[in-house]
Structures are given as C-alpha cells and as structure tokens.
C-alpha cells in the first residue's frame, strides 16, 4: 500500500528550463510534506517542505506547490542545472501524530542536459 | 561542522552472519531515525531512538533486528543471521528537538549498503 506515489521514474529537461516533479498522497493524515534530493552513493539532502495551511512555499529555484483537495504536490525547479540531476524523494508525514515518521515515495530520477 | 557518519559504508555478509551497522548523529543532535531503501524502492521508516530510549520501532521486522542508541557511542542497528532479503541500503538519521509547530528536519547519513551472499 504506497501512501505517497511519484509516477514518474525518471525525467529529463533541458539546461534552463523549468523541471516539475509530481508527487500523488493517499492518506489524509499526512499535514507535513518535503522533498529530499539524492546523489549516487550519498544519503537524501533535504530541500524544501510544506505544511498544509499554505499552498505554495518557495525557496531560491526551488517552489513546492500544494493542492490538498487533488492530494497532489509539485516541486518545480527553475531555471534547471546540470548540477541538479540527481533522484529526488518526495515525503509526507502527519505532524499530529508521528511527526518524525517520513513516508517516501520511490523517487523520480531527474536529468538536466548542458 | 560534520553531518551524519554512517559506518561501514559497505558491508558483505553471508547468510546467517550478523551485521552491525553504526550511525553518529550531527553534533547536537540527541535524535536518531533508521531506514531501509530496497532496490528500485523508496526509504522506509524501521525505528526512532533517543539515547538510551526506543521511542517508536512500529518500521523493525520483529525478528532478528535490533537498534539501540546508548549513552555514549553511536547507535547500532543489529541484524542477525542475515537473509538475502536483508540486502539493502540502510539509512540513519538525525534530528535536533526544537518543539516547534513544524517537525524538525532530518539530515540523512551516506548510508550503509549490505550485500548478504
């Protein structure tokens, strides 16, 4: 039962173009969402997050967009860099209960071309 | 100002050989998570320790695995007699207690990856 879904295994874009990553949830629990991006042989960095009371949250490059009633979120990165390609997890949580409890998805492999 | 260690970064067992998996939190950080990615998966939560506490362990196989995180030392994630189906890359976490209205931030370490033969 995959409470958080990334239907998009990979993605590649363009150099300067924007990249949109598509996160769908099931349980309506969760209040708390982040997106982590991973490097080859490296551990999840953590990116950006959003809580439930705002629909959009934006930080640099990096926006994540909320929409609770379609129980989707986005991440969009604009402009798009090399350095950007990386597999980046979408999570959610349920702040109320086990706040600390992080459901991924299985991730979508982004590739940005020079 | 050093993040999350995680040692051994690869560990090659073989069928019913124990492994130890070893996680230093960041400086400060008195919270410790453990996941499990299976291939072509997503991480999964197995076990939330405080030092000397487990506080939640509802993602542990019942069986077999054990974590602790004592007083000093690094927490250990134990798994014996390891099966195939333990092969894995086993991520450890950390986090600060700010008790604030949004949950605090996990840094992940580099992660261990088990080969079980």
């Given at each position: 039962d995959q409470q958080v879904k990334q239907n998009s295994p990979s993605l590649s874009v363009q150099e300067g173009r924007i990249s949109i990553l598509n996160c769908d949830y099931t349980n309506s629990m969760f209040d708390y969402f982040l997106w982590y991006k991973k490097y080859p042989a490296e551990g999840p960095t953590f990116l950006i997050s959003i809580s439930s009371i705002k629909d959009k949250n934006e930080d640099g490059r990096f926006t994540v967009f909320l929409n609770k009633s379609a129980k989707h979120l986005s991440l969009h990165i604009v402009p798009s860099q090399p350095g950007d390609s990386a597999v980046y997890f979408c999570a959610g949580l349920n702040s109320g209960g086990s706040n600390y409890k992080l459901t991924f998805g299985k991730g979508t492999l982004l590739t940005v071309n020079p | 100002n050093a993040g999350v260690m995680q040692n051994p970064r690869h560990l090659v067992r073989r069928r019913g050989q124990e492994a130890r998996l070893r996680c230093s939190p960041m400086k400060g950080h008195s919270h410790v998570y453990w996941y499990r990615q299976l291939p072509e998966e997503g991480l999964k939560f197995m076990v939330y320790l405080q030092k000397e506490n487990i506080i939640d362990e509802s993602g542990m196989p019942k069986e077999r695995f054990s974590a602790e995180f004592p007083k000093e030392g690094p927490s250990i994630l134990r798994i014996q007699q390891v099966v195939r189906g333990d092969s894995a890359a086993y991520f450890c976490a950390s986090s600060l207690?700010?008790?604030?209205a949004n949950p605090d931030t996990q840094y992940f370490g580099p992660g261990t990856r088990l080969t079980v033969l």
């Amino acid at each position: 039962d995959q409470q958080v879904k990334q239907n998009s295994p990979s993605l590649s874009v363009q150099e300067g173009r924007i990249s949109i990553l598509n996160c769908d949830y099931t349980n309506s629990m969760f209040d708390y969402f982040l997106w982590y991006k991973k490097y080859p042989a490296e551990g999840p960095t953590f990116l950006i997050s959003i809580s439930s009371i705002k629909d959009k949250n934006e930080d640099g490059r990096f926006t994540v967009f909320l929409n609770k009633s379609a129980k989707h979120l986005s991440l969009h990165i604009v402009p798009s860099q090399p350095g950007d390609s990386a597999v980046y997890f979408c999570a959610g949580l349920n702040s109320g209960g086990s706040n600390y409890k992080l459901t991924f998805g299985k991730g979508t492999l982004l590739t940005v071309n020079p | 100002n050093a993040g999350v260690m995680q040692n051994p970064r690869h560990l090659v067992r073989r069928r019913g050989q124990e492994a130890r998996l070893r996680c230093s939190p960041m400086k400060g950080h008195s919270h410790v998570y453990w996941y499990r990615q299976l291939p072509e998966e997503g991480l999964k939560f197995m076990v939330y320790l405080q030092k000397e506490n487990i506080i939640d362990e509802s993602g542990m196989p019942k069986e077999r695995f054990s974590a602790e995180f004592p007083k000093e030392g690094p927490s250990i994630l134990r798994i014996q007699q390891v099966v195939r189906g333990d092969s894995a890359a086993y991520f450890c976490a950390s986090s600060l207690w700010k008790g604030g209205a949004n949950p605090d931030t996990q840094y992940f370490g580099p992660g261990t990856r088990l080969t079980v033969l």
